[in-house]
């Protein structure tokens, strides 16, 4: 059985900024289950840990994350017992899961 997890859509959207000039990442997050999907700028986020705690907020969910130094899972926003992993399908249709690759990279 797969684990419900919410996901960013490996197809996203690249978007010019304004009169600033900045630049935006957006991703279209899914939590397994929840008919309507989300969309959020991944270059406002503080690397894994502030996107775990948007996607916590965003589907009020506890989610477990792989640390990326030791392995060991610690518990997001969460009950006692974690009830979700992130998990995201790259450009190669491979499945994932969020702290595989370090954030610069993403």
């Not at 008919?35 to 270059?43: F, S, T």
Request: glycine fraction near 14%.
């Amino acid at each position: 059985m797969r684990p419900a997890a919410p996901s960013p859509d490996p197809a996203y959207e690249r978007g010019g900024g304004g009169s600033h000039g900045q630049q935006s990442l957006f991703v279209k997050v899914y939590m397994e289950g929840v008919p309507i999907g989300r969309k959020l700028d991944l270059l406002l986020l503080d690397g894994y840990d502030g996107l775990l705690a948007v996607l916590g907020r965003m589907f009020k969910a506890s989610i477990i994350h792989p640390d990326t130094v030791g392995r060991d899972h610690r518990v997001v926003l969460g009950e006692k017992q974690a009830r979700h992993v992130v998990t995201y399908q790259d450009q190669e249709g491979d499945w994932l899961m969020a702290g595989d690759v370090p954030w610069e990279y993403v």
